[in-house]
């Protein structure tokens, strides 16, 4: 069993950046050779795709609307997974989650949804 627990979010300034983290625990060996990504849930929308990663950390592919100000990236040997958030704009305000699939490629994501069960999240507020 995998547990993913979400960080980092809070109250951002409208333009500011912000990091969120995404802790794995359990077991972490399949994670390492698992792509993992970053989805997220604006109010009263249905959860979107954010960004996927490969398990190696050589490959990403972002939502078109995400493309230039979001960022994914891993520390396998800390089993975390990052998405680091730049010129933060209204429509980023949202319930962020990770997950991860069973390859270890980045084109799963656009076929296939994540396999392990979604963590609580972590809430980005954006204030003007």
């Known amino acids: 069993q995998v547990q993913l627990v979400e960080s980092g979010g809070g109250w951002v300034p409208l333009g500011g950046s912000v990091r969120l983290s995404c802790g794995v625990s359990?077991?972490?060996?399949?994670?390492?050779?698992?792509?993992m990504g970053w989805f997220r849930r604006a109010p009263g929308k249905e959860r979107e795709f954010v960004a996927v990663?490969?398990?190696?950390?050589?490959?990403?592919s972002y939502a078109d609307s995400m493309k230039g100000r979001f960022t994914i990236s891993r520390d396998n040997a800390e089993n975390t997974v990052y998405l680091d958030i730049i010129t933060v704009k209204p429509e980023d305000t949202a319930v962020y989650y990770c997950n991860y699939w069973d390859r270890p490629d980045t084109i799963v994501a656009r076929t296939s949804p994540p396999v392990g069960s979604w963590g609580q999240g972590t809430q980005v507020a954006v204030s003007a």
């Open positions: 990663l490969s398990a190696s950390g050589h490959s990403t």
């Open positions: 359990g077991r972490t060996l399949s994670i390492s050779r698992s792509a």
